[in-house]
């Protein structure tokens, strides 16, 4: 464990970055809450007609979803493609090759420092917006709730590691805004931050089940609702598990293939 | 064994051409064009520990280049490199423990938190004992005067203290090695002299082995005991201060102040056939070749003909000589390492 005492460190420091940039993370958080008010509003209407459940959610569980979609969204907000194309692209990366650690390792810290912070925030405008909503469903057991933490962890890693393939075409293009936001619009569509998976047609779903982004958003809300039959959870979570395992390998594999080609600028 | 060896190290870019314009961009959108640009090309070069080496070159010489390869972060496209006995980009992490490295242009502390916190983060990195983190942090704080903007984030510190601060962290871990890029690029000359001074120091004190890029020929006569020499990806000079002096230094002008003017050049010009010279007024200056003529010889040959009231010497300068290297005028045509003999190759072509 002493070995990974520096990554700690580095978390340490970059959390504490975050209290510097404060007003920015403040600002963010206030946008977040719009949308999810927004959301609310949004899905509030589309239930209103029906007294029953909807694609098999009651409203409860529906504002249960939006709750969990939110606080999910709001977690490593400040690791993207964009920073780490800058740093790429700049040459900026060559400073951290110059040291003892770990690409990817320190990459990880980084991105996890803040995460602490982000999540009480989130669990905080959370709770307001659902008792003002007039309260969510909760899990139904106590199993459900370990699960659920489970899960969200795993989607917590499944986001750094999409994030970091992803950023890792900065070796080939410079226009890391557009790519951020093409992997942000696929994601939100996909992960089922935007529309429960269930609520599409059969063709996309399919499609939807064998990317990974499901288990960003969808995997976690359903489990924290208890929707899925208990081999169904045990599947889906296992699913993001390979998902996670799978592309930090391949996000090492990209990176050290990359620095072999790499033209570090300013050489 | 050298602490560095390199044999035959080169470097190539693979670089995108790109035509000017929107045609151009589309043409290469679709069609993508690459050239080999050779950075480094075929160097060798050993250093043993201890000692203090300068790296020059224009810019675009493959300095930095070199220096990036010896500490890992660029694989060699060819040839050999052991530092330390280890190849740096196989075994990057070990070998990144071994040095330390300072990019003049490029800050290694945490832009938005206070200085002391980038050095504990240096301290969890490197792994440094608590007993060994806190003495030398202790020193170099009194030889770098950091103590003032210890709290202070490397954003908000000057450029002077921002390397200040750079060079403390690069050695808290005491490197055996130190790489420095450009150190005192953009700084006054105060902090220029107290950096110099401080690396010396670390060179005399602790025989930490220092290889230094600049632009700044006060860095390498402060510091430095051999200079290196590239240009175009290649090594053209290898030696010590003295010995590129000798080689490639071989003029001196001595000025004459004149009592009047010469009546006619011609008679000293037949005394002096293999030298330079030219007369405005009544100062009169020779070129000559240190190493053909003795000064008073010089002297000798023009005092009968005109009446001296004073003269000056002056001595090549490493600046001009360098400056002449980079500019094409002067070719160091020395393809063996040790060109100590004043008859080898010297082609001023000006």
Known sequence: ?267 | MPLIEARGLTKKFRQAVKEPGLAGSLKHFFTRQYKDKVAVDHIDLSVEAGESVAYLGPNGAGKSTTIKMLTGILVPTSGSLIVDGLVPHEKRQQNARKMGVVFGQRTQLWWDIPVIESFNLARDMYEIPAARYKANLAEFTELLGLAEFMNIPAGKVSLGQRMRADLCMALLHEPKLLYLDEPTIGLDIAVKDSIRKFIHRLVEERGTTVMLTTHDLGDIEDICNRIVIIDSGKIIHDGGLAALKDNYARDRVIHFQLARPPASMDPICAGLPACDLHANGLSLSVRFDRFEFAAGEIAAAVMPHVEVIDFRIDEPEVEDLIRRVYLGQLSLAAPEPTADTPESAVAAEV
């Open chain 1, 1 to 267: 464990m002493r070995g990974l005492n520096k990554y700690f460190s580095i978390a340490k420091a970059s959390l504490e970055v975050i209290f510097v940039y404060r007003a920015g993370f403040a600002f963010n958080m206030i946008g977040t809450v719009f949308y999810v008010v927004a959301m609310f509003y949004l899905w509030q209407t589309i239930f209103l007609g029906k007294p029953g459940a909807l694609g098999g959610f009651t409203w409860p569980e529906m504002k249960a979803y939006l709750i969990v979609a939110f606080i999910l969204n709001s977690t490593m907000t400040w690791f993207d493609e964009w920073q780490m194309g800058a740093d790429i692209r700049e040459g900026r990366v060559a400073t951290d090759l110059a040291r003892p650690i770990d690409f990817q390792l320190k990459r990880f810290a980084e991105a996890t420092g803040p995460v602490p912070f982000e999540l009480v925030s989130a669990l905080g405008i959370g709770a307001v917006v659902a008792v003002v909503f007039g309260g969510i469903a909760l899990p139904a057991d106590p199993v459900h709730l370990a699960l659920f933490i489970v899960s969200a962890a795993l989607a917590t890693l499944l986001k750094f590691a999409i994030i970091y393939c992803v950023s890792m075409v900065a070796f080939w293009t410079t226009g890391m805004e557009g790519v951020s936001n093409g992997r942000m619009a696929v994601q939100n569509i996909f992960s089922g931050a935007l529309i429960p998976l269930v609520f599409f047609p059969d063709w996309l779903r399919g499609f939807a089940s064998v990317l990974p982004f499901q288990g960003m958003i969808s995997t976690p809300a359903l489990t924290y609702l208890g929707a899925m039959d208990g081999p169904t959870t045990a599947f889906m979570i296992g699913t993001q598990a390979v998902w996670v395992v799978g592309l930090m390998l391949f996000g090492r594999l990209l990176w050290r293939s990359a620095i072999k080609a790499v033209t570090i600028n300013g050489g």
